[in-house]
């Protein structure tokens, strides 16, 4: 039941979009758009870590897919592409792995008198702070990009008529 | 065609205009080209450099020498992404439209007063959505609802001491405390407890400065980008601290799976 | 489980005088509290329940329940609990002021601690080894009807706390063998939506983001899902004979 897998996670990814989108107070009308962007990246993020590709280049294609998307819907509720896609990110932060580190950390400081359990809580912090901060950093990155290659129509989006394109 | 409007009044306005753009959390350029583009329908040119806590500006007539230099001091107001993108439609609408700088301060403070979200609204929403986190990383269904409860007391704990004006960080360490003190009970029980404590803090994540540092960063006003880094990761410190005070507490029922 | 029906025995007997003294005072106060209006009272009453508090953090988990593990965190979580009432005394956060719905689930919210030993009873358990009024479940349902009692003003973080305990409490049902438990988040849930709605009332503005009804349909949307899964948790236990009666 692959399928089934895949919209149960896009669907708990929206809600879990919805959710920290609120926090920041996006307009109304933006809800549903940020809801599609975290379930369609999150969905991809799932199926590319189950065909074997590690977490961070998925998170890289999440983030692309957000990204553009975000340029794609922008237009259509003047909304700037951050105002849609920081919520949608935001489910994909690696929070497991964050969580290790600061678990890893305080082990650490427990163990200082045991070397086996020393090196091993050592291993662990730093391994899970590259994967940390390589995912968020690469789900920030992928996400921008398409400012940056459709740079006029980026910075046109929450314009409301059309005519010339100039500025 | 403007020549009514003096140049220190427009400068008042787009000052107040950029500095609460930077106040809620948009980032550097946009900032930036906004204002240079109010300026421009009012046919001045804009100049400014933006730093953590104020924007200098210089306004320069585009026909005359006339110069006006405003410095303002950036609120520190709630991220509001309402404002953003409707803040950003407000200088196109005077770019394209030639309103009068009285109607863009009526149409700017309309903007700024209307409601923000309700508090409410706000802390179900994150509940849910802190329990779906959980789901997302494997917790079964038991995790999630010890999530929910532990994300809504925190959050709940979070709107009341933002309303009294507590300090930020003294915020976010007690938020996390008690979130993940919550979310350690699922200790008692045999189900995905490490996920459960994991995911009850990451209401908290400071998503938007964090991305917002990245963004400018790379778009080269590294000042400001970093500022807003060290200020995002000075809270996930703080996370971090009250999420450990419970790993102290709890430590020697920790599993790792 | 042994060794959790074997603290309760140990504690309801070492200490049931004192259990007595305690919950003839809470009666006595909440008569008080019914019958007039004066700050001392209520101040009181603030300090009443702090003291239970405390007494639930340090001598029911602290002291007796020593062999159960995780009795610390337990301990620290109601001692943060008996804090905020403190605090609450202080600033004279709860007002106490009565609101009138659904007083007659305040009442049975009220009378339940005593429900709670004659369930024990009715399922063939004795003396030490019963449900007394001063547990932990006993002291959160009595908490909750007080406040859903005088719902005019609630300090709502100590009901989110006595949520959470409740729905641990729900969980323990099974691993612990105790359905009396389950009165407590039965009666809980309609408590909890009139806290909201009165928390809704309080801090709605007009106009509000978004309409007051999307708010409204939230809240409902929530409470249904509580409902329904909370029957769904109680057809299970059944169905699976969890609870041996």
Not at chain 1, 94 to 119: C, H, W
Not at chain 3, 80 to 98: G, H, N, P, Q, S
Not at chain 3, 119 to 145: D, H, K, N, Y
Not at chain 3, 200 to 216: E, G, N, V, W
């Amino acid at each position: 039941m692959f399928i089934t897998d895949i919209l149960i996670d896009a669907f708990f990814a929206a809600v879990a979009g919805i959710g920290f989108g609120a926090i920041s107070d996006p307009p109304l009308k933006a809800f549903p758009y940020i809801a599609l962007l975290a379930a369609a990246g999150h969905a991809c993020r799932f199926c590319l870590m189950s065909y074997g590709i590690d977490i961070a280049t998925a998170s890289m294609f999440g983030g692309l897919i957000i990204g553009f998307g975000s340029l794609w819907l922008g237009k259509r509720v003047h909304c700037p592409m951050t105002v849609l896609y920081i919520p949608a990110l935001l489910p994909m932060i690696p929070g497991k792995f964050a969580y290790r580190i600061v678990f890893s950390l305080i082990m650490f400081l427990q163990n200082m008198d045991n070397p086996t359990e020393r090196t091993r809580y050592f291993e662990m912090f730093f391994s899970n702070s590259i994967v940390t901060l390589t995912v968020i950093f690469l789900l920030a990155a992928s996400a921008t990009l398409p400012i940056f290659i459709f740079q006029k129509r980026a910075f046109s989006l929450t314009r409301h008529n059309n005519k010339q394109l100039s500025a | 065609m403007r020549r009514d409007e003096s140049l220190q009044s427009i400068a008042k306005f787009i000052a107040e205009y950029a500095a609460h753009m930077m106040g809620c959390g948009v980032h550097t350029s946009r900032v930036v080209r906004s204002a240079k583009r109010i300026g421009d329908a009012y046919e001045t040119d804009v100049n400014i450099s933006v730093f953590q806590r104020n924007i200098i500006l210089t306004l320069k007539e585009n026909n005359s020498d006339k110069i006006h230099s405003e410095v303002v001091d950036i609120p520190a107001l709630p991220i509001s992404f309402e404002h953003n993108a409707e803040l950003s439609a407000l200088s196109w609408n005077i770019y394209d439209n030639n309103l009068s700088l009285a109607d863009a301060w009526k149409l700017y403070n309309k903007i700024v007063n209307a409601p923000s979200i309700d508090s409410l609204f706000v802390l179900i929403l994150v509940g849910f959505a802190n329990a779906s986190f959980c789901k997302l990383f494997g917790g079964d269904w038991f995790s999630m609802t010890i999530v929910f409860s532990a994300t809504i007391t925190g959050m709940f704990l979070k709107q009341q001491m933002q309303r009294k004006h507590f300090n930020h960080y003294i915020i976010f360490i007690v938020c996390a405390f008690i979130a993940s003190l919550c979310a350690s009970t699922a200790y008692l029980f045999d189900t995905t407890s490490e996920i459960a404590l994991a995911t009850s803090v990451l209401y908290l994540v400071p998503g938007v400065p964090l991305i917002n540092g990245v963004i400018d960063i790379v778009e080269g006003y590294t000042l400001t980008g970093f500022a807003r880094l060290v200020n995002a990761l000075m809270l996930v410190l703080c996370i971090a601290i009250g999420l450990s005070l419970t790993l102290v507490l709890v430590k020697d029922n920790l599993i790792i799976n | 489980m042994k060794i959790f029906w074997d603290t309760i025995a140990d504690y309801n007997q070492t200490t049931w005088v004192a259990q007595l003294f305690i919950i003839l005072i809470g009666m006595l106060l909440t008569g008080m509290l019914y019958r007039s209006n004066k700050t001392w009272i209520k101040t009181a009453m603030k300090g009443y329940l702090a003291f239970t508090y405390l007494w639930i953090a340090f001598v029911y988990y602290l002291y007796f329940g020593e062999a159960r593990s995780y009795h610390l965190v337990m301990t620290i979580f109601w001692s943060l609990m008996a804090l905020v009432w403190i605090w609450d005394a202080a600033k004279e956060y709860t007002t106490f002021e009565r609101d009138r719905q659904l007083d007659w689930l305040a009442w049975i919210l009220l009378v339940m601690p005593f429900i709670y030993p004659a369930v024990s009873l009715a399922r063939g358990m004795e003396f030490p080894q019963i449900t007394s009024p001063l547990m932990p479940c006993s002291v959160t349902i009595f908490t909750i009807g007080l406040l859903l009692l005088f719902s005019k003003k609630i300090n709502l973080f100590i009901v989110l706390c006595l949520t959470h305990w409740s729905i641990i409490g729900v969980a323990k049902t099974y691993s612990y063998n105790i359905p009396e438990d389950f009165l407590l988040a039965v009666s809980a849930v309609p408590a909890l939506y009139i806290f909201f709605r009165q928390y809704f009332r309080h801090t709605l503005k007009q106009p509000s983001k978004p309409d007051a009804k999307y708010i409204r349909a939230l809240l409902i949307l929530l409470f249904t899902i509580m409902g329904i899964s909370l029957t769904g948790t109680f057809v299970w236990g059944v169905v699976n004979h969890a609870f041996t009666l």
